[in-house]
């Protein structure tokens, strides 16, 4: 069975542009999270999808930052306009519906973001 | 304080010995408690869940204390592979408030021959 995947794997861009990362979840989990590494700090919660609706976005850093989840499925997160501060590793993780085995979460590969 | 707390390390563990790390978390009603892995440059990777009674995966040991607030990892028998770092990961808060996972740091281990 496939894992989570995760596109780019880098991205490279200058401050001001635009930028989207896209999660492709491991098939059939409706849950969907977006992660947030910054340098030197630890891993951060950024929303939640339940299929495609938006569970929790509490840690969605500021309005440059939109995820969708069309259809349920993949997901993306877009950053626009591109900031320094937002260079990181953004993870995607994936999880099974509620009472089938919830709690565990699969991640991706993650996307190395770097802002210049 | 921060939500989830561990010693950054490294903790340079002789090949073969007992390595043992805790975490501490802020909020007491929280319902669950893991152990993530994570190697330089790769995404983390569930280790073990760690439940109310201990629980034991091979070589692999964790603990829940809920009256202290921490749980806790031991590595018997280290091997060269153990080499990582292991997250401190906790579901602040009761079932009702989401399946956000908030994380530690991590633990830096260097397990040396």
């Known amino acids: 069975e496939a894992g989570v995947t995760q596109f780019p794997s880098h991205s490279v861009i200058e401050k001001g542009q635009t930028v989207t990362l896209r999660c492709d979840p491991i098939?059939?989990?409706?849950?969907l999270y977006w992660y947030r590494r910054v340098m030197g700090k630890e891993i951060k919660f950024l929303l939640h999808?339940?299929?495609?609706?938006?569970q929790d976005e509490s840690g969605m850093p500021n309005n440059r930052f939109l995820a969708e989840r069309t259809g349920g499925t993949y997901s993306t997160l877009k950053v626009q306009p591109a900031e320094l501060e937002d260079s990181g590793v953004y993870f995607c993780?994936?999880?099974?519906?509620w009472g089938q085995g919830t709690d565990t979460q699969y991640f991706g590969p993650g996307t190395r973001l770097t802002v210049l | 304080r921060k939500e989830v707390e561990q010693d950054p390390g490294p903790f340079n563990v002789p090949e073969g010995a007992t390595v043992a790390f805790n975490c501490t978390y802020s909020?007491?009603?929280?319902?669950?408690f893991f152990w993530y892995r994570q190697d330089c440059r790769k995404e983390p990777k569930l280790l073990m869940s760690?439940?109310?009674s201990g629980n034991e995966d091979g070589r692999f040991t964790a603990q829940l204390n809920r009256a202290s607030q921490y749980i806790s990892l031991l590595i018997r028998d280290s091997k060269l592979s153990d080499s990582a770092t292991y997250l401190c990961?906790?579901?602040?808060?009761?079932?009702?408030?989401?399946?956000?996972?908030?994380f530690g740091g991590g633990t830096r281990v260097l397990v040396k021959p």
């Open positions: 760690v439940y109310s």
């Open positions: 999808f339940v299929k495609e609706s938006k």
């Open positions: 909020n007491s009603a929280s319902q669950s």
């Open positions: 993780a994936s999880s099974p519906g």
């Open positions: 990961v906790v579901i602040l808060g009761s079932w009702a408030a989401g399946n956000k996972l908030t």
């Open positions: 098939s059939g989990h409706d849950n």
